[in-house]
Structures are given as C-alpha cells and as structure tokens.
C-alpha cells in the first residue's frame, strides 16, 4: 500500500469514527429530550407516579396506579410489574430514590412491596409475595391461598436472578447472592446467598476491608 493510500485509510477511518460519534450523541440527546418524557408521561396519564429525573426505557404493567417509583432511579428494559388481581386503590409497588433496576425484572404481586432508597436490583431478579400451598388435596392452579407483603430495606443490593418470596424482609445493608431464593427474612448487613439463602457472613465497615500502605 503506497503512503496517499494509506494517509486515504486513516481518513476515512477517522470520518466513520466521528460519523459513529455524531449519530450515538444525536440518538442520546433525542431519547433525553424527546423520548424520556414522552413515556413518562404516557404512564403518568395512567396514574403511575414517577419521580424527578428516573429514567427508564420499555416497560410491562398491568395496573399502573399501583407503581409508585421514587427520584433519580434507573430502570433497565423489559422490567415487568404484575399487579395481580382486579382493580383496586393503589399503589402497591413502591420504589424509593436512587434505586436500580436491571432488565427483566418482575415484581408478581398481590399484597405490597415496599423497596427503600439506594437499593441496587441486578437483571433477572423475581419478587413474589404470594403462594399456592403445598398441601395434597390442592391445585396447584387454584387461586393463591397466602400473600403476605415483602420489604426491602434503603441500601440493599440484590444479586442476579435472585428470587424473593412472599413475607420476606430483607434489612436495610443487606446483600442477596446471586440466583439465591430467599424464603425468610434478612438481618441488616447480612450477606446471604444459596437455595434456600443462608448466612454466609456480615458485612464489615470499608476501613477494614483496606489494606494497610
């Protein structure tokens, strides 16, 4: 390849580079100012309340006066929340501020979930605050026979695909493994992990966790 040829790469390369800069900075500032209000206010009109400055993209809801969702929260695709049941006085989910969501979240419920602020909540997480029973003589497809509301206390975090079942209280601090079913509740700054999730350990203040210089 002569030198003119290879100077003629080099620019084109960089005229795609800052073509591909233009285009994802006109699509980002299109979704701020256009997009970003327009679905707010499409679920607003429905009777979800939304605080200042969340941002989200798709969403699934069947009832969304039973939402309620906080300041500044980030809320990944395709989260679902499943009010189940016919209409009634809402809301039901509460999200505080400052919150995570990851895509493909699902909140089933029947009763009320209440989730405090700064909670971080990986992708693929479920959260489930009825159940069907157990006991021979039963269908499992009948109606739910026990709900029983969660809580989730303010700076929680909560691992991928983690699943929550009914009645349970996780402290605020807490940590939830990955993938763990949590079927009874967590003292404050627990990590816990495992199906069913156990203790594993407490968390420890960040001075001891540093390494001395």
């Not at 499943?82 to 419920?109: A, K, M, V, Y």
């Not at 039963?138 to 975090?157: L, Q």
Request: proline content about 5%.
């Amino acid at each position: 390849m002569t030198d003119s040829a290879h100077e003629a790469t080099k620019e084109d390369s960089a005229w795609k580079k800052l073509r591909f800069r233009i285009f994802f900075r006109l699509r980002d500032r299109l979704s701020t100012l256009v997009l970003r209000p327009m679905r707010a206010a499409y679920w607003s009109l429905q009777g979800m309340e939304i605080g200042k400055g969340t941002i989200f993209s798709s969403l699934y809801v069947t009832w969304p006066h039973q939402v309620r969702i906080g300041n500044r929260c980030i809320i990944e695709h395709d989260v679902y929340f499943h009010f189940d049941g016919i209409f009634q006085p809402g809301p039901s989910i509460l999200i505080g501020d400052r919150c995570f969501i990851g895509s493909g979240c699902e909140f089933n419920i029947t009763d009320r979930i209440e989730i405090g602020n700064y909670c971080a909540i990986a992708s693929g997480c479920r959260f489930v605050d009825h159940n069907h029973g157990t006991a021979l003589g039963v269908h499992s497809g009948d109606p739910c026979e026990t709900s029983t509301p969660i809580s989730i206390g303010e700076d929680v975090w909560i691992g991928a695909n983690a699943v929550i079942l009914e009645g349970v209280k996780i402290g605020t601090g807490a940590v939830v493994a990955a993938g763990a079913v949590v079927t009874a509740s967590v003292p404050a700054n627990a990590i816990v992990g495992g199906v069913p999730a156990k203790l594993i350990r407490y968390r420890i203040p960040a001075e001891e966790t540093t390494p001395p210089s």
